[in-house]
């Protein structure tokens, strides 16, 4: 062997490998970035170019949303009531169903009844929303719903509300689940030691202790739910009105977006704005759900450390 | 007595009730649509053409735009997002441009997929000129499958022990020895499993392909990827939302099609990862 | 067939000056200057988190890869400025070895642990004569001779580390940076680690962390005691054992101090 000496300096060339990584790597951080940029910058641009023409004001104050009328009107809240009204419907229906499965498959179902449930949850999520929302056109409403009420319409928000629910179903469950399981073992046995029966052990001790975790999943699975499009442009038709009955149809924010023919609005028309600026509160909302969902994640995660 | 674990009480009950109407639920789902789609499920189904008639009717188009659009996407997302987490998390310094990045990935996968329609028409179909085709659909899918592919690659590979790039590292690998030799292998399975999860969320979505402007009416199968937009779930939409109760076992025959695709590439990424396990031990 | 071509023998092996070590806002080595001769052993020891491993590992670099890390001070290695501007960390880590506290394998067969360091260094030779050589030095060639395609992590918790010891050697380093080798092991697989050291000093030069002060006293020449980042007291072993110079060194020796 050749006596190398006292040198520290790069001996063998190295492979092809070792020069083109870095910059490959590189590049495919660059190309996301751009990615990003041009997401959030063109949303941002027509977003502002809009805003130009119709006030935050009206915007936000005025009460219809019927921008291809002659006098178009811009007030999308209508479009966020119907939101809202779709995701508070859907959480109701979640929450509690979400929670009561996630508190039998941790503490009461056998290995294989889990097994079978997890396998249910992970399916259920991959189900593609269209197809949630054909059942609860096709199904939900006219087989359940009119024939318990039957003056149920066609498109109607409480087939929305189930579908939506059953959609977001596998966020809560997975969630809470963690939550659950990030209470320490030793608070279970000790109110089992004290006497307490297991049920109200659970109720009392640890879903109160897993709390901060739930209403985190409660967080994270709405936020998903207010930018679902495909089941309540189904099953909730596309009025713009403001629905007191959950038997009647509405429109939210995805809804509108999706089926108003974006494609065929010119670039540049206040038409073609409208959607950019529906999309950026429709963001809004559904980043300021998920990020306390992240934060309330994070803390508790913080909390187990600490 | 079994198990401890086994013991009812009014709680327990309850949950189990709600649990077995979960699950039942999904059965529903699943049942409403393969009840529906009997009539229609054939061969003939799966290759036809778009019809006026029903009955006539078939996915052929609609299919081979799911599969142009699963490969378009994977295409695109595959490589750049986990490339951009190995970057992220073996070669950029912590702090600076590098996790501003990380950070807006992360909070873009909660962005509603129908906004990236939005974003999609106004830059691949219009900016880019690419028209309303499966190339601006996959292009779109790509950046909605983007975030995802990259904050579970991050997972995998934050989850490879810092001991063995360490081992590594001390007996002088280079960086690319590093990460091509130990902590790409330890990842893998957490990468595909991501990856896969990114691809199966983006090829289900209806909501951005429809504001790019997807055809639900095609005469022929597409060919290429500049051929118009379409798509299995676009698909069930359209023939969904009309009004004709007929077209309504087509949409569930579509559907059926749609979750088979979904499951072939989920089976595809698990006879991936059985691969993997096998070759890193 | 030394890779060196035999630098002075007053030049030591290694010789740091004035080293400072910090992760973000804690100080790990403070001002640590001390010089470690060639062809000689010498042990570090010291309460944990009084910064032997990092002291090992500013030997070969290794630092470095922590994120919001920051180094001042020199590290000479046969007199040369191992943060020179044209010195390859790569290559550092080739010729100053280290094996870790905790023996972490490679999830691949015994063969590709040992020739991991040839074969990313571009070795061309012959693997298995190399193999059957380091493997030897390292005393576990009579136990894995007839399998060395199983799987590195079937092994015992003393093989895994000797075996940790073997893939190092077949990097052909001067210098062996032993951090805490036996610190996880029973007595058994403890006295074949030591009893390996001591003939590998022989060919090598040896830093060796250790938390066993008898270790120390039985393997080393000379003996460092580092606490709190401090450089305490650094000597032969035997006068710092028999008559330390600091009141915390003999503390420390004397099992007040953990």
């Not at chain 1, 009460?63 to 811009?74: K, L």
């Not at chain 2, 998390?89 to 996968?109: D, M």
């Not at chain 2, 005469?219 to 051929?227: E, K, L, V």
Request: hydrophobic share 50%; charged share 15%; net charge positive.
């Amino acid at each position: 062997m050749k006596a190398a000496g006292l040198s520290l300096k790069r001996r063998a060339p190295r492979g092809p490998g070792d020069r083109l990584a870095r910059p490959v790597f590189l590049s495919c951080a660059v190309v996301t970035a751009a990615a990003l940029v041009a997401v959030v910058g063109v949303l941002g641009v027509e977003t502002v170019r809009f805003f130009g023409t119709v006030s935050p004001g009206r915007f936000l104050t005025e009460a219809a949303w019927t921008p291809f009328a002659e006098e178009p009107r811009f007030g999308v809240l209508p479009l966020l009531a119907a939101t809202a009204q779709i995701t508070v419907g859907a959480a109701v229906f979640a929450v509690p169903a979400g929670l009561m499965t996630a508190v039998y498959m941790e503490h009461y179902a056998g290995v294989r009844t889990e097994r079978v449930l997890a396998g249910v949850t992970t399916m259920l999520a991959a189900v593609p929303t269209v197809i949630l929302g054909y059942v609860a056109l096709t199904f939900v409403t006219p087989v359940i719903l009119r024939t318990l009420w039957p003056g149920t319409e066609a498109f109607n928000a409480m087939s929305a509300c189930l579908a939506v629910g059953l959609m977001i179903l596998p966020t809560v469950i997975v969630f809470t689940r963690s939550a659950l399981r990030s209470v320490p073992r030793a608070l279970m046995e000790a109110g089992l030691a004290l006497g307490a029966g297991r049920g109200r052990v659970v109720a009392r001790v640890l879903v109160p202790a897993a709390l901060p975790g739930i209403v985190a999943a409660v967080f994270l699975a709405t936020a998903r739910a207010a930018g679902e499009t495909m089941i309540v442009t189904l099953a909730a038709g596309n009025q713009t009105q403001l629905a007191w009955s959950p038997l009647e149809g509405l429109r939210t924010l995805t809804a509108f977006i999706a089926q108003s023919s974006l494609g065929d609005a010119p670039s540049g028309t206040v038409r073609y704005g409208a959607f950019f600026a529906v999309s950026a509160v429709l963001v809004a909302v559904t980043w300021g759900l998920h990020a306390t969902g992240s934060f309330l994640i994070s803390r508790t995660r913080a909390g187990d450390a600490g | 007595m079994r198990g401890p674990n086994r013991r009812r009480d009014g709680v327990g009950t309850a949950c189990g009730v709600v649990a077995g109407l979960v699950a039942a639920a999904f059965l529903t789902v699943t049942g409403v649509l393969a009840v529906k789609a009997w009539s229609v499920l054939d061969f003939a189904f799966l290759f036809d053409p778009s019809s006026r008639m029903a009955d006539r009717t078939g996915i052929g188009p609609a299919l081979a735009g799911t599969l142009w659009l699963a490969v378009l996407t994977a295409a695109f997302a595959f490589p750049v997002g986990v490339g951009t987490a190995v970057y992220l998390e073996e070669y950029a310094s912590r702090g600076g441009a590098a996790a501003v990045v990380g950070k807006v990935a992360a909070h873009l996968a909660a962005v509603p997929p129908v906004v990236y329609g939005v974003a999609g028409l106004a830059l691949f179909v219009r900016g880019l000129g690419m028209g309303p085709s499966l190339l601006a659909g996959g292009c779109t899918l790509a950046a909605l499958a983007l975030p995802t592919v990259i904050v579970t690659a991050r997972t995998a590979i934050r989850a490879v022990p810092r001991g063995l790039r360490e081992a590594a590292y001390g007996m002088g690998a280079t960086r690319w020895q590093v990460v091509r030799g130990q902590v790409l292998p330890a990842a893998a399975s957490g990468i595909v499993t991501g990856s896969c999860a990114g691809l199966t969320r983006a090829v289900g979505e209806a909501a951005p392909l429809l504001v790019l402007g997807a055809v639900s009416f095609m005469t022929f199968a597409p060919r290429s990827p500049a051929d118009p937009l379409t798509s299995l779930p676009t698909q069930v939409f359209a023939w969904s939302a009309r009004s004709q109760q007929d077209f309504a076992a087509a949409a569930a025959g579509a559907g059926v099609a749609l979750l088979l695709v979904l499951l072939v590439v989920n089976l595809v990424a698990l006879a991936v990862r059985r691969r993997l396990r096998g070759v890193s031990t | 067939m030394s890779a060196v071509s035999a630098p002075r023998a007053e030049v030591p092996a290694l010789a740091a000056d004035d080293l400072t070590v910090r992760f973000g806002g804690r100080t790990a080595l403070a001002g640590v200057t001390l010089e470690v001769p060639r062809g000689r052993v010498v042990s570090v020891i010291g309460p944990s988190g009084g910064g032997k491993t990092t002291l090992l590992r500013a030997f070969n670099r290794m630092n470095e890869l922590v994120p919001g890390v920051t180094t001042t001070g020199t590290v000479r290695f046969n007199g040369v400025d191992l943060h020179g501007e044209e010195v390859d960390p790569v290559e550092v880590r080739r010729r100053i070895g280290m094996v870790f506290q905790q023996a972490t394998l490679f999830p691949r067969s015994i063969f590709d642990n040992v020739v991991f360091g040839p074969r990313a260094g571009g070795h061309a030779g012959e693997l298995q004569e190399l193999a059957e050589e380091v493997l030897v030095a390292a005393g576990l060639w009579s136990e894995v001779a007839e399998d060395l395609d199983r799987p590195a992590m079937e092994l015992s918790a003393g093989q895994q580390q000797r075996l940790c010891i073997a893939r190092t050697l077949a990097l052909k380093p001067e210098v062996l940076l032993l951090d805490e080798p036996t610190s996880a092991l029973d007595p058994a697989a403890t006295a074949r680690i030591e009893s390996l050291i001591h003939s590998l000093r022989r060919d090598h030069t040896i830093v060796l962390a250790t938390h066993g002060r008898r270790q120390a006293a039985r393997l080393s020449d000379f003996t460092a005691y580092l606490a709190g980042g401090e450089l305490i007291e650094y000597g032969p072993t035997e006068a710092l054992f028999t008559n330390p110079r600091d009141r915390r060194t003999e503390s420390y020796l004397t099992g007040r101090i953990e």
